[in-house]
């Protein structure tokens, strides 16, 4: 006979979400806790397959506090971040069913639960990509699913993992994603929206050539701040520049032209670099490496009358690259073994993960 007592039950859900790469670039804030950006923008989300996290959260009368495993270490849940995010969704959990024990657990229990959160990226983080975007996306994901939070206008869910990570909420979407910077001070109506689904431009392929394995000295959270404090290049981006871009990049994603795609891409990425060095002190994210890579690109795009690849860098000097279909994609990787040949003392550690190919390089 099996007594249950009060503490032997567990329900919990597993979610995964990949990671977003912005064409579009966020950076600044207006409101640096509920994290509301100073413009809009746009990114393509990975394949769950490809850069994701996945994340378990679990529930227990027996655990005794809120816990979070990241890559199989304990770390602190104690940040704003998490606790911001665990805050908004709790506020929402309602009555749910537990489809294993078909337990009831009602809203007056969420209270008191405590959660267990174990998570874990697909991609080894020694490769220097970021990864808060796909991680709060599925942690708030997961964490929703579990207590019964039911979005009450469309896009609330990437509302509450924007204030994790704001390029989070662009997670919750596949396909082509922006994030409407909204108006409003609450942080309602700055949400994540689909702009066209997974299957729309299935030719479009990505690669990440990942130039350092190092983690980056200046953190996006505080160089997009001290950029707010001192760039005035960047407010004329945020007022001037991005509307006037997002109109032209919805379009061209809608019509999978791929000329405008990359002239746009690569431009904001360059732009979003030289408001890093406006700031005081400025702020290095691309290396030399970087720097021949977008040489390349744009060579070879000169050379051909019409852009064959686009590329864009985050807060950090790997490159994302694009490439309209696989026949590019293929003479790109091949442009780059040629200019960056791996060194002959170490084995380029190159792999295939689903549609996105990674190559490391050497510094
Ligand atoms: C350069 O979303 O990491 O990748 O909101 O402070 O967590 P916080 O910043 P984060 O910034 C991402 C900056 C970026 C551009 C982008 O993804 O749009």
Known sequence: MEAETQGDWVAMVT?????????????GKRNQKLILPINSSISITLNPHDLSATTTVAVSPSFTADRLWLNGKEVSIEGDRYQNCLREIRSRATEVTDPKTSRIITKKDWES???????????????????SAAGFACLVYALAQLMGVRERYKGEISSIARIGSGSACRSLYGGFVEWDMGKDDDGKDSIAIQLAEEKHWEDL?????????????????????D????????????????PKVMVEMRKAIKERDFATFARICCADSNQFHATCLDTSPPIFYLNDTSK????????????????????????????????????????LLSR???YFPPASDKKISSYVVGDVDMLAFKE
């Open 15 to 27: 979610a995964r979400a990949p990671t977003n790469i912005a064409v579009i670039k966020y950076w």
């Open 113 to 131: 639960l405590h959660v267990h959160i174990v998570s874990k990226n697909n991609f080894p983080t020694a490769a220097g990509l970021a990864s």
């Open 205 to 225: 392929v990505v690669i990440i050539a990942v130039v350092s394995s190092r983690r980056k000295e200046t953190s996006s959270t505080l160089g997009m701040q």
């Open 336 to 338: 780059l073994l040629f």
């Open 227 to 242: 950029s707010v404090n001192t760039s005035k290049l960047l407010l004329h981006r945020a007022k001037e520049i991005v």
């Open 292 to 331: 021949r890579i977008i040489s390349m690109v744009e060579r070879w795009n000169k050379a051909e009358g019409t852009p064959q690849a686009a590329y864009t860098f985050d807060a950090g000097p790997n490159a994302v690259l694009f490439a309209p279909d696989k026949a590019k994609a293929c003479e």
